[in-house]
Nanobody
Framework: QVQLVESGGGAVQSGGSLRLSCAAS????????MAWFRQAPGKEREGVAV???????KYAESVQGRFTISQDVAKNTLYLQMNSLKPEDTAMYYC???????????????????WGQGTRVTVSS
């Protein structure tokens, strides 16, 4: 079992920055990938960024060049640095982990079996 706890959400103006953190605990040694997802009101959950322990990353096209995912393996913490935020980035952001490695750097929520409770990000224009 893996427990995930997000923090760092908040309200910012368009063009601002936020850094989200996700503290992982439990049986983290078998996690193949860790990722960030988001869900806006009335919309489906979408993958934002994913990384593995080697530092490989993949991003959704909508955040490419603005968001950076990273992890501190020693601290069991995942980060999402979000710059140049836009109102359309407003959503609940979730941290997720999976032990499955059949798909390379997956950004589909169905591939993940561990989830945090989410942290809210609101970007005003």
């Amino acid at each position: 079992q893996v427990q995930l706890v997000e923090s760092g959400g908040g309200a910012v103006q368009s063009g601002g920055s936020l850094r989200l953190s996700c503290a992982a605990s439990g049986d983290t040694d078998h996690s193949a990938y860790m990722a960030w997802f988001r869900q806006a009101p009335g919309k489906e959950r979408e993958g934002v960024a994913v990384t593995d322990s080697s530092g490989n990353t993949k991003y959704a096209e909508s955040v490419q060049g603005r968001f950076t995912i990273s992890q501190d393996v020693a601290k069991n913490t995942l980060y999402l640095q979000m710059n140049s935020l836009k109102p359309e980035d407003t959503a609940m952001y979730y941290c997720a982990a999976t032990e499955e490695s059949r798909v390379w750097l997956p950004l589909m929520s169905i591939r993940y079996n561990y989830w945090g409770q989410g942290t809210r990000v609101t970007v005003s224009s």
